[in-house]
């Protein structure tokens, strides 16, 4: 059956946290609404598993080991931060495994891990469209935050290897992106930090394995102390993209690694989750659902479908 549904979303924690700030926003309770649509739509899809593709915050990889791409094919233990979903969550580790061997034989080396904690990355789409999907989940990981990042190229082929992954599948498979779009993080490059602040989040990037919730309390602070970075002249640009099926060609654009961060923020690194849906779905066009920038959330906060997937690398 390969991908019955794809969706991608924009998320954040403040929608737990600072809800009462926004709820008199139309953007944000447009935001909310169609994440609530997509929860039914899902539900009609009847998947019998989920594939989250999201980045991750420090909570579960570190600078100790930070992959490029990691599949989680054992235990899912979610991190529980700010409001997201905390404890084990219901896996497929049968279906992980296939998946893997898929994109090994494919010649995609990807990493794995048997025993994942994940953040709210990916946690957000189980909080908020997967509430009455009682299907399983496997994440899929993407470095969006410690540079080197792999290259937008690189990403559009793990999407398309992907693709190739579930076409050769029986199973009903829901395709979830979690990212984006237009953001700023007060996260340094781990390689350059500047200050004392920046000193710490590198610090609790190396030694957080097992002990992040002690460094949680100032790293809050520090991230939702940022002043809002929005682009909506990118979201819009990219979005366009994404509904006419063009994000290969938007990706290929000259120079884009470099631009991205410089335009949409170094959180709009995440769209890279976007990519790797657009081509696992082979480039079909996207419908989205919502769109606004929501300072408040200090993001520009998308939802968008893509209803007729295209398998593996159909044209």
């Known amino acids: 059956m390969s991908i019955v549904l794809g969706v991608a979303a924009s998320h954040t924690t403040l ?3 600072h809800w009462d700030a926004v709820a008199h926003l139309d953007g944000a309770v447009g935001f909310r609404d169609a994440l609530a649509h997509v929860n039914e739509m899902l539900v009609a899809a009847q998947p019998d598993v989920v594939v989250i593709v999201g980045p991750n915050h420090f909570r579960g990889l570190w600078l100790d080991l930070m992959p490029a791409f990691l599949i989680g094919v054992g235990s899912v233990d979610a991190a529980g931060e700010h409001g997201t979903p905390k404890g084990p969550l ?13 994109l090994v034989d494919d010649e995609f080396d990807i990493a794995f891990s048997a025993a994942l904690t994940i953040d709210h990355g990916i946690t957000h789409a189980v909080q908020y469209m997967l509430s009455d999907v009682p299907a399983p989940i496997v994440p899929v990981l993407v470095n969006a935050f410690a540079p080197p990042l792999p290259r937008l ?6 999407g398309r290897a992907l693709g190739r992954a579930l076409a050769a599948t029986d199973r009903r498979v829901a395709l979830i992106a979690s990212g ?3 953001h700023a993080l007060a996260f340094p490059d781990w390689r350059s930090p500047a200050n004392a602040d920046e000193e710490f989040l590198v610090t609790s990037w190396l030694e957080g394995r097992g002990r992040w919730e002690e460094f949680e309390a100032r790293r809050r602070g520090i991230v939702v102390g940022g002043a809002p970075r929005l682009a909506p002249e990118f979201d819009r640009a990219f979005l366009d993209a994404a509904e006419q099926g063009a994000l290969e060609q938007w990706a290929a654009e000259p120079n884009r690694d470099r631009t991205l961060p410089l335009e949409a923020g170094n ?11 657009a081509a696992a779905c082979g480039h079909a066009p996207v419908r989205v659902l919502s769109y606004a920038p929501v300072p408040e959330w200090k993001t520009g906060m998308a939802v968008a479908v893509v209803e007729a997937p295209r398998n593996g690398d159909e044209p």
């Open 15 to 17: 929608m737990n946290t």
């Open 90 to 102: 219901l896996g497929d580790p049968a279906f992980a495994h296939s998946m893997l061997e898929a």
């Open 153 to 158: 190229a690189r990403c559009v082929a793990f």
């Open 180 to 182: 984006g779009l237009s």
């Open 267 to 277: 959180g709009g690194n995440e769209v890279r989750t976007w990519l790797i849906l």
